[in-house]
């Protein structure tokens, strides 16, 4: 009888263990955990700020607010208060993956570094070089990327 519960319960954790894999590989996060108990978005910068005032100011984990499994620090309660009312009007397109990437079929990190905000929306960049070539086309791209993004949003990103 112990065999089975101790079987049982093996199963269950590596099945528990699997479950956050997949998500991770949804949105770009960074490693390990914050005090929230959830990876770290947007490299920590408050995507309120981003969005509101094209401010790209590293928020505070003291202002952390936990959306689809992933922390988000911001510089105020206010601007916490705000993201809770309404995640997706601040969160990044393309789960935070490099918009550039995302049009042509991969995942490569974002960095808010290399980011702009178009009609309201937040999209991060690879790097400097990626961010110009977006600017080359914008409408374009952002048009890839969303028709790209349900296609590819489930699969890992070593896999593409």
Same mark, same amino acid.
């Given at each position: 009888?112990? *065999? ?30 914050? @005090? ?6 947007? %490299? !920590?910068?408050? $995507?309120?700020? &981003?969005?509101? %005032? ?14 689809? !499994?992933?922390? @988000? ?9 705000? &993201? ?11 789960? !935070? ?10 995942? &490569? ?11 309201? *929306?937040? @999209? ?7 961010? *110009? *070539? ?15 993004? $349900?296609?590819? %949003? ?7």
């Amino acid at each position: 009888m112990y *065999k089975s519960i101790a079987v049982a319960a093996a199963l269950l954790a590596s099945v528990a263990a699997i479950t956050p894999a997949h998500a991770v590989d949804e949105i770009n996060i960074g490693p390990g955990l914050t @005090y929230a108990g959830a990876p770290l978005g947007l %490299r !920590g910068v408050d $995507p309120v700020a &981003f969005v509101e %005032r094209g401010t790209q100011a590293t928020g505070d984990a003291g202002h952390a607010a936990v959306h689809d !499994g992933v922390a @988000y620090y911001f510089t105020s309660a206010a601007n916490k208060a705000a &993201f809770e009312k309404n995640p997706g009007r601040y969160v990044p397109q393309n789960g !935070g993956f490099c918009t550039y990437g995302v049009a042509v079929g991969k995942k &490569f990190d974002g960095d808010p570094r290399y980011a702009e905000v178009i009609d309201g *929306k937040l @999209y991060v960049f690879l790097n400097e070089a990626i961010f *110009k *070539k977006f600017q080359e086309d914008r409408a374009g791209t952002i048009a890839k990327a969303e028709g790209n993004w $349900p296609k590819i %949003r489930h699969t890992a990103a070593g896999a593409l």
